[in-house]
């Protein structure tokens, strides 16, 4: 591997739109440097989420981070959202240019 690229996780989340405005907040407030989001689309234990309208559409969170934040950002999710929502988060290692701003 380069000596310009280091190791961190990356946290992916993937859950109800409706979520999108609580969510954000907990993540600044742990400490996570940024995000980004997009619309996902598919079938799960829940049904089919095809976005036809807010209530049926999911969201794709990435966070780049280390280890210690994404635990914690993994903590929080299981504590607070799972047991209501749909709601599904993995994290993997990922190999980054620039690791200071992650």
């Known amino acids: 591997?380069?000596?310009?690229?280091?190791?961190?996780k990356l946290v992916?989340?993937?859950?109800?739109?409706?979520?999108?405005?609580?969510l954000l907040p907990e993540l600044a407030r742990?400490?996570?440097?940024?995000?980004?989001?997009t619309e996902a689309r598919?079938?799960?234990a829940r049904g089919v989420?095809?976005?036809?309208w807010r209530a049926s559409s999911n969201i794709r969170i990435e966070v780049l981070c280390d280890e210690q934040l994404a635990?914690?950002?993994?903590?929080?999710?299981?504590?607070?959202?799972?047991?209501?929502?749909g709601m599904v988060?993995?994290?993997?290692d990922a190999a980054v240019l620039r690791?200071?701003?992650f």
Not at 12 to 22: K, N, Q, Y
């Open 42 to 44: 598919g079938q799960g």
């Open 49 to 52: 989420r095809d976005g036809a």
């Open 99 to 101: 690791p200071a701003k």
């Open 89 to 92: 988060a993995f994290v993997i």
């Open 30 to 37: 742990l400490g996570a440097r940024g995000y980004t989001i």
């Open 1 to 8: 591997m380069s000596p310009a690229v280091a190791l961190r």
């Open 12 to 22: 992916t989340i993937i859950c109800e739109a409706e979520l999108e405005s609580l």
């Open 71 to 85: 635990g914690n950002l993994v903590d929080m999710l299981q504590a607070r959202y799972y047991a209501d929502y």
